[in-house]
T-cell receptor, first 114, second 115 residues
């Protein structure tokens, strides 16, 4: 069975600084995908970034990058130049090769301080 | 842009009522999902569907049923609502390319309260 672990229930970062949100995963699959989602207080889950297990380069999307270390089974999200609007809950997820289901971590609440 | 809509943002129902939560996506996605989200428990998959009239149980299907008569619409049904079904319900959809790359796109969520 797949498992996602996010060990940081809450994180604080100063505005304009970078922050790393941790995610480790466990799977016996060779082919899988890793995702990060943002959930603001409004409740909607917003897709941020995707990394495939065979991708050799780390994924980047604007201020978001995914630090993928396959041997360590980690997929940390790095947010550069934090903004107040980045305050939200962040979820790491892994896709299941069976019918595209995903397993989600418990989330990390990020608070950006002015 | 992918658009996933849910019929209500907030819903209040009485114990024993039959409750319908509707989800519609406009991107011709094959896969659709229903989750519930509770504090401290993360997202838990209730049901999913990978085609019209097809459904698969997720991790917590008890007390729920689903219907997918059209590709764009996936309904979650609480046959007899109970207070322990008070929760945030999230619908998602994804295109079926390869399972490991299927990004899920979510609706805004429905906060259901059962009194």
């Amino acid at each position: 069975a797949q498992k996602i672990t996010q060990t940081q229930p809450g994180m604080f970062v100063q505005e304009k600084e970078a922050v790393t949100l941790d995610c480790t995963y466990d799977t016996s699959d060779q082919s899988y995908g890793l995702f990060w989602y943002k959930q603001p207080s409004s409740g909607e889950m917003i897709f941020l970034i995707y990394q495939g297990s065979y991708d050799e380069q780390n994924a980047t999307e604007g201020r978001y990058s995914l630090n993928f270390q396959k041997a360590r089974k980690s997929a940390n999200l790095v947010i550069s130049a934090s903004q107040l609007g980045d305050s939200a809950m962040y979820f790491c997820a892994m896709s299941d090769t069976n019918a595209g289901k995903s397993t989600f971590g418990d989330g990390t609440t990020l608070t950006v301080k002015p | 842009d992918v658009k996933v809509t849910q019929s209500s943002r907030y819903l209040v129902k009485r114990t024993g009522e039959k409750v319908f939560l509707e989800c519609v996506q406009d991107m011709d996605h094959e896969n659709m999902f229903w989750y519930r989200q509770d504090p401290g428990l993360g997202l838990r998959l209730i049901y999913f569907s990978y085609d019209v009239k097809m459904k698969e149980k997720g991790d917590i299907p008890e007390g729920y049923s689903v219907s997918r008569e059209k590709k764009e619409r996936f309904s979650l049904i609480l046959e007899s609502a109970s207070t322990n079904q008070t929760s945030m319900y999230l619908c998602a959809s994804s295109v079926r390319v390869t399972p490991s790359t299927d990004t899920q796109y979510f609706g805004p969520g429905t906060r259901l309260t059962v009194l």
